[in-house]
């Protein structure tokens, strides 16, 4: 069964930086995509990345491009989510999903495997 553990969250200073952290389990990730996505308070869960295990393509939502960056590391099955110049819009609980196919999609939908979630706080 596959297991996603985020971490990372917290509160920063708008400006600042977090890097949450993806853990994965119980499968071979190698024909799968991961994707991150955030929800904040009255809103949708929304897409922010997500990137092709066995291809690194990796796909950015237009609000965090330039600003996030989506990496794995294979040897410890661990997906990373840097997040640079945070603004107060970016706070929300952010997921880690997975689907699996390999190809990165947008709708959460698509996504079976999901984390519990974790807070980003971004404060003016």
């Known amino acids: 069964q596959v297991q996603l553990v985020e971490s990372g969250g917290g509160l920063v200073q708008a400006g600042g930086s977090l890097r949450l952290s993806c853990a994965a389990s119980?499968?071979?990730?190698?024909?799968?995509?991961l994707g991150w996505f955030r929800q904040a308070p009255g809103k949708e869960r929304e897409f922010v990345a997500a990137?092709?295990?066995?291809?690194?393509?990796?796909y950015y939502a237009d609000s965090v491009k330039g600003r996030f960056t989506i990496s794995r590391d294979n040897a410890k099955i661990t997906v990373y989510l840097q997040m640079n110049s945070l603004k107060p819009e970016d706070t929300a609980v952010y997921y880690c999903?997975?689907?699996?196919?390999?190809?990165?999609?947008?709708?959460?939908?698509?996504?079976?495997?999901w984390g519990q979630g974790t807070q980003v706080t971004v404060s003016s």
């Open positions: 999903a997975a689907r699996t196919g390999g190809v990165v999609t947008t709708t959460p939908r698509s996504y079976a495997h």
């Open positions: 119980g499968r071979t990730f190698s024909s799968y995509a």
């Open positions: 990137i092709s295990w066995n291809y690194g393509t990796t």
